[in-house]
Antibody
């Protein structure tokens, strides 16, 4: 059974970079799309972007100018860097694996990690 | 980009009620729709994919239907553990998006 675990600092200062890692275990890592999704407190889900195992990426236009998602296949890790953060970036950040013929839905999710942006 | 609009945003129900949540897309969906249930402090849980296929382990009181731009999630007889927030989600042109959520309340 595949498991995803997010990790990283729980507090980031405004204008700095939010960096998180998602470690994948217990299942296939290859040939999947790995996404980051966030949820501000009390609000809905927002897709940030994905990376394919082979390295291709795509981002939500709302984040495209200040986000990078990368992959370390040797460590089974997917990373998120969100630059120049503000208080509006305070959220629970989830990583998720896309499944389906077109990778159109998310069957596996991490538990999420809360990141607060504050000085 | 395709926008998903759920209705209602809040839904009050009693145990045993039949409830339906609607998700409308701003354009026809090329890859169909998924539904998730989320409880406080937890990650979303996949309920239905491809509009009507029940994820393994999900109770049969959940069902989904629809195509094109209008989709529905139905709970045939609400149970106490079903009070949660529900989201629809789609993929189009390599971009994912979610509906704004429907909170099912007792």
């Amino acid at each position: 059974q595949v498991q995803l675990q997010e990790s990283g600092p729980g507090l980031v200062k405004p204008s700095e970079t939010l960096s998180l890692t998602c470690t994948v275990s217990g299942g296939s890592y290859m040939n999947y799309y790995w996404s980051w999704i966030r949820q501000p407190p009390g609000k809905g889900l927002e897709w940030i972007g994905y990376i394919h195992y082979a390295g291709s990426t795509n981002y939500n236009p709302s984040f495209r100018s200040r986000v990078t998602i990368s992959i370390d296949t040797s460590k089974n890790q997917v990373s998120l860097n969100l630059y120049s953060v503000t208080a509006a970036d305070t959220a629970i950040y989830f990583c998720a694996r896309a499944d389906g013929v077109y990778s159109e839905y998310f069957r596996h999710w991490g538990q999420g990690t809360l990141v607060t942006v504050s000085s | 980009d395709i926008q998903l609009t759920q209705s209602p945003s809040f839904l009050s129900a009693s145990v045993g009620d039949r409830v339906t949540i609607t998700c409308r897309a701003s354009q026809g969906l090329p890859n169909s729709l998924a539904w998730y249930q989320q409880k406080p402090g937890k990650a979303p849980n996949l309920l239905i994919y491809a509009a009507s296929t029940l994820q393994s382990g999900v109770p049969s009181r959940f069902s989904g239907s629809g195509s094109g731009t209008e989709f529905t999630l139905t709970i045939s007889s609400v149970q106490p553990e079903d009070f949660a927030t529900y989201y629809c989600q789609q993929l189009s042109s390599h971009l994912y998006s979610f509906g704004q959520g429907t909170k099912l309340e007792l």
